[in-house]
Nanobody, 120 residues
Framework: VQLQASGGGLAQPGGSLGLSCAAS????????MRWYRQAPGKQRELVAS???????NYEDSVKGRFTISRDDAKNTVSLQMNDLKPEDTAVYYC???????????????WGQGTLVTVSS
């Protein structure tokens, strides 16, 4: 079981970027899915989360600008980021709780990071 993130890159302030993360392997179901970020010199922080019931939560600074969504048929989670600010610059990581067909839970499974840079 693994997570593979894609997207990111360079955006100007006020611009938009989208991130996607796909879970692969012997997956029976995916429970909560999350996006974290870590800016240079700072601790990793939770940006957004979505439960299997599609209940969402956002870190205060991204509310109204970022949208997390999921596609259970594809085992993917996405993060649409609008009105980007320089302080959104960070490495973004996806994270999920995954149940495999063997019955093993993969809790807090991490994907590799993807860099988002917001700069003019």
């Amino acid at each position: 079981v693994q997570l593979q993130a894609s997207g990111g890159g360079l955006a100007q302030p006020g611009g938009s970027l989208g991130l996607s993360c796909a879970a692969s392997g012997s997956i029976r179901s995916v429970n909560d899915m999350r996006w974290y970020r870590q800016a240079p010199g700072k601790q990793r922080e939770l940006v957004a989360s979505i439960t299997w019931r599609r209940t969402t939560n956002y870190e205060d600074s991204v509310k109204g600008r970022f949208t997390i969504s999921r596609d259970d048929a594809k085992n993917t989670v996405s993060l649409q980021m609008n009105d980007l600010k320089p302080e959104d610059t960070a490495v973004y990581y996806c994270n999920a709780d995954i149940l495999s067909y063997s019955g093993r839970w993969y809790l807090n499974q991490w994907g590799q990071g993807t860099l988002v840079t917001v700069s003019s």
